[in-house]
């Protein structure tokens, strides 16, 4: 026995200007758009404006939202939400606005701390409508149940699961991915890699999350590196849309893995790109975790596009792993923890921290503090 959950999903080219439509399908008047300065430059968000006027809405705009969202960010969102007497969400961003939106609808209508609902099914109370317009083929948080918050005081990104912040309608429109650069495209895109990886070997995963993961893998390995060469390739930013939808799909559902807990642990210490971050763990944590899955892992590289019909498992989980590593070289991701700033210093309470996040649970393969250390040091 297994569930799934989805939002409404309206995917395609100019869907943008479907947004205040969508608000005022789910009952909306006043709405507060969540976003960020790179996404008001690029004038999306002017977009979304002229769309709820043109539905008949009013709205407003916070757009105080870093690239590691704060639980401050999101309490000042909240307070901006209420202060307006605002009945509906819009995020429209990458993960850190749409995650900002979502913990802003949580606060607004349960009150207390983001801390009281760290975890998985702590929310008690309905959320207003949410209105999710992704600008990055990325985060997948427009279609999860996700909302993922740094808790600025304990240096933690707080994980906050919950089917209540599944959004009511999801908004795709690749047309806004070509106003991305190659270094963002290619952290965003690493990620989608990430989440369908992760899902696809999570012990949580079901033959119905496994079709979106595996749809993920493929489109992401084959269309990642034109989208990142080329802003104006319209069939690759389509197809990394695509990709990043059904890999948000897949882990909203069957969860994620070890990259993803550490991730989350270094970016609550960190300013790096959460993309970055997973460019540099994922071929570390798949050659750990290899031996709890390999039949998946000789899938893994077939969808790939790895002959390895006349290998073993070993040899195809290998074929694997190294065709994460030579995609990260060729689109210029960061290699190594190192070079990004991290400190090895860090690594002892990363390691133990790491353990807590809700992430660690579906991961394939048993993990210790020790093995995680291990891990962060051959990232180094």
């Excluded at 605002?86 to 850190?96: K, M, Q, R, T, V």
């Excluded at 798949?286 to 000789?298: R, S």
């Amino acid at each position: 026995m297994f569930k799934f959950v989805m939002p409404e999903v309206i995917f395609g080219s100019g869907s943008i200007h479907q947004v205040g439509e969508s608000c005022a399908r789910l009952g909306a008047r006043n709405v507060l758009i969540v976003t960020d300065k790179g996404v008001i430059d690029a004038g999306w968000a002017t977009y979304a404006e002229k769309s709820c006027r043109e539905a008949g809405l009013s709205s407003i705009i916070y757009a105080n939202v870093s690239i590691n969202p704060t639980a401050s960010e999101a309490e000042e969102c909240a307070q901006r939400y209420l202060e307006h007497e605002c009945d509906a969400l819009i995020g429209i961003g990458g993960g850190s606005a749409i995650d900002t939106a979502k913990a802003a609808a949580i606060l607004a209508t349960n009150g207390g701390h983001l801390r009281d609902y760290e975890g998985v099914d702590r929310i008690s109370k309905p959320l207003p409508p949410l209105v999710m317009v992704s600008t990055t083929a990325g985060s997948g948080s427009e279609v999860s149940q996700f909302s993922i918050i740094v808790d600025t005081e304990r240096q933690i990104k707080m994980t906050i699961v919950s089917k209540s912040l599944v959004p009511d309608i999801a908004i795709i429109d690749p047309d806004v991915l070509a106003t991305k650069s190659a270094r963002l495209t290619a952290s965003t895109g690493l990620d989608v890699l990430t989440h369908a990886i992760e899902s696809f070997v999570s012990v949580a995963a079901t033959p119905l999350t496994d079709v979106h993961a595996k749809n993920a893998l493929k489109l992401s390995t084959q269309f990642l590196r034109p989208s990142v060469a080329s802003r104006y390739n319209k069939e690759a930013k389509e197809m990394m849309a695509m990709a990043s939808l059904h890999a948000g799909l897949a882990f909203s559902n069957a969860i994620l893995g070890a990259v993803h807990a550490m991730a989350h642990t270094i970016g609550g210490r960190y300013p790096f790109l959460h993309g970055d971050i997973n460019a540099v763990l994922l071929p570390h944590v798949m050659e750990f975790n290899a031996l709890a899955a390999p039949v998946k892992f000789k899938e893994m590289a077939e969808l790939m596009g790895e002959d390895v019909r006349t290998l073993c498992t070993v040899a195809a989980s290998e074929k694997a792993i190294h065709h994460v590593r030579k995609l990260a070289v060729d689109i210029g991701a960061p290699l190594t923890l190192s070079e990004m700033g991290f400190e090895e210093s860090a690594i002892p309470a990363i390691s133990e921290i790491a353990l807590l996040d809700a992430c660690m649970i579906t991961n394939p393969r048993d993990i210790s503090a020790e093995e995680v250390t291990l891990l962060l040091r051959r990232a180094l």
